[in-house]
């Protein structure tokens, strides 16, 4: 089994996230023009507001997970922990062996430590033994827990992802995706505990039973001038970096203002100047997703659409159609909102008054080269009162037209006559009785 390989201890800028309300249009993807260079053989970039891709490279391509892995080891840690990760776990040899060479926090056998010291240790400074020791503690064997994390990555939708173990340590049934990658991120930058962690520069570990106090520093040079500094990107928000024989240089983080986005780089590997490509992707993703995207109005309330007749009004004879509300949509800065494409459906073909001011009477349905970005409900422009004569009259026309009217008629002089028989029968009766 191939191990992770120490990149070495960095430091962190990342900052506290906060859950946004969702929008209330509903957004639909249309892709901008697309960064010139992504050196990285997988790559996306994913919208949080809007919940969509983007921009795709090879998303769905079947890859090791690599430290993406440990994204998912701490959702289930600060799932599991809920309000009490101060909790302490002594740890124990099965939850350590096996890490000789990669990066880890030196924990010793018999260490007494706490569930957010390991949370630190594993999101900043990428400790695998810290990722272990929670696996153990919470799933008893390294193969339960990362049952665990399987059945959760599902749960989030990361539906082609399988787990193998907590660290992301090479394995060969482990395999998980960019996309799967960014719906997992997506959920844990939702938690604030797991960004405020990543948010820390620099962890200092305080004195154990068996360990002298100790500082630890993030291995993200996105986010850290420690070791590197080319790399430095200051928008940039947590969230993972790591490398693996089988995964090559992995790479997720998230960046934003009005809107935020998450990048995930994978499978990548050293350019010609021996630089690692995965940091240079990172940044001209997510910087090419702020400046290509925006929240355009595309239709407003008060554009009339269309007319539909109306009948017993004397003051109008239709009505106008406008939409509910403003529609906005998320696009690419550069489309010209003048070429959404609207396509109107009504409820019906004509309206009898009253017609009440903000009636639904159909829909507009939006969209960009056949591709719906937005929809809103028409209703009346203003309302139409109704003509009480007109009214009168229309029930008399519908009256005298309507089958019924034809079939009263029919009983009713069906009853003259039996009643005028009824009557010639007994007045002849009576005649008789008198002769």
Known sequence: MAHEKPIGWRRVTALIAVLLLAVSACFFPIYASSPEIVFSPYAVVYNVENGIFVYEKDADAVIAPASTAKIMTAILALEHYAGALDTEITVIYSAIRGLDGTVTM??????????????????VLGANDAAQVLAYEIGKAESMFAALMTKRATELG?????????????????????????????????????????????????????????SYWTRNHLLSTHNQIKYRYTAAEGMS????????????????????????????????????????????LLSW?????????????????????????????????????????????????????????????????????????GTVTLSVN??????????????????????????????????????????????????????????????????
């Open 106 to 123: 030196n924990l010793k056998v018999g260490e007494v430590v706490t569930v957010r010291q390991l949370l630190y240790g594993m999101l």
């Open 158 to 214: 990361a539906v082609s992802t399988v787990y193998q173990n907590a660290t992301g340590l090479d394995h060969a049934l482990a395999r998980t995706t960019a996309r799967d990658v960014a719906r997992i991120a997506a959920y844990a930058r939702s938690l604030p505990v797991f960004m405020e962690i990543c948010s820390t520069v620099r962890f200092e570990m305080p004195a154990t039973n068996k360990s002298d106090a100790r």
């Open 241 to 284: 970096s790591g490398y693996t024989d089988m995964g090559g240089y992995c790479l997720v983080s998230s960046a934003g203002s009005s809107f935020h986005y998450i990048a995930v780089v994978m499978g990548g590997g050293k350019n010609e100047n021996g630089d690692v490509a995965a940091y240079y992707d990172v940044k001209n």
């Open 289 to 361: 997703a702020q400046t290509a995207f925006e929240k355009k109005k595309i239709l407003s309330a008060d554009t009339v659409l269309c007319e539909m007749p109306v009948t017993l009004s004397r003051e109008f004879d239709h009505v106008t159609l406008v939409p509910a509300e403003a529609v906005y949509a998320y696009l690419p800065k550069e489309l010209d909102a003048g070429s959404v494409e609207r396509t109107v459906v009504l409820d019906a073909e004509r309206l009898e008054a009253p017609v009440e001011k903000g009636r639904p009477l």
């Open 370 to 435: 056949g591709e719906t970005v937005g929809e809103v409900r028409l209703v009346a422009g203003y309302s139409v009162h109704r003509n009480e004569v007109l009214a009168a009259r229309n029930a008399l026309r519908r009256a005298f037209g309507h089958p019924l009217f034809y079939l009263i008629l029919f009983f009713l002089a069906l009853a003259a006559v039996l009643f005028g028989f009824v009557r010639f029968y007994l007045y002849m009766k009576k005649a008789k009785i008198k002769k």
